[in-house]
């Protein structure tokens, strides 16, 4: 399966600001999925990006405040705009398995925002 | 809408012991179900995944079943040690043409040495 390369791992910001989440993916991938983790709770899907067209943001989410780039098969980048506390959360990464039976989702090692 | 559930919520034991995590959902339609752990911060490691077709999947320690008539999944971890101290989480695929998981909200393991 594959292996995705998450940075940066955490970041301490404040608010008002923007941070920039990469996903680096070491195969071709069609779809990659960003999610976000608030304390205490489980996984929220914000997008799926393919490449070549528009993000798909999920209901809650705007591209205004999680803008993201899909330059590539193997590259997207998720931004997290005008941070206020409440962005606080773990954000992650993900890819379509590949089209076999066996194998299941792979997921970046996340990265872990703390905004003051 | 899926809904998963995982109950317990956080769950401690003594090493040695077996662990045995519950997983439910509501819609039996899946496609498959993926048991992953996940350490304090950060990302999610697979642990299993299990078809819809299949009953039970195994690697090393770690077994998983799969119920879906009754829309349940289990995972039992034999002989625990303290470094399977994490969140486990379950995900549910719901169709082979559709990407988008559902997930539960984990169940928090310690193992006390």
């Known amino acids: 399966s594959a292996v995705i390369s998450q940075k940066p791992s955490r970041d301490i910001c404040q608010r008002g600001t923007s941070l920039t989440i990469q996903c680096q993916v070491d195969?071709?991938?069609?779809?990659m999925f960003w999610y976000r983790q608030q304390p205490g709770q489980s996984l929220t899907l914000i997008a799926t990006a393919n490449q070549g067209s528009e993000a798909t943001y999920e209901s809650g989410f705007v591209i205004d405040k999680f803008p993201i780039s899909r330059p590539n098969l193997t590259f997207s980048t998720l931004t997290v705009s005008n941070m206020s506390p409440e962005d606080s959360s773990i954000y992650l990464c993900s890819v379509e398995p590949p089209s076999s039976r066996t194998y299941g989702y792979t997921f970046g090692s996340g990265t872990r925002l703390t905004v003051v | 809408k899926q809904e998963v559930t995982q109950i317990p919520a956080a769950l401690s034991v003594p090493e040695g012991e077996n662990l045995v995590l519950n997983c439910s959902f509501t819609d039996s339609a899946i496609y498959n179900l993926q048991w992953f752990r996940q350490d304090p911060g950060k990302g999610l490691t697979s642990l299993l995944l299990i078809q819809s077709s299949q009953r039970e999947q195994t690697s090393g320690r770690l077994n998983a079943s799969l119920d879906k008539s009754s829309g349940r999944s289990t995972l039992y971890i034999a002989a625990s040690q303290p470094g399977d101290s994490a969140t486990y989480l379950c995900a549910v695929r719901p169709a082979s043409n559709d990407y988008k998981l559902s997930f539960g909200a984990g169940t928090t393991v310690t193992v006390r040495a």
């Open positions: 195969s071709q991938v069609t779809m």
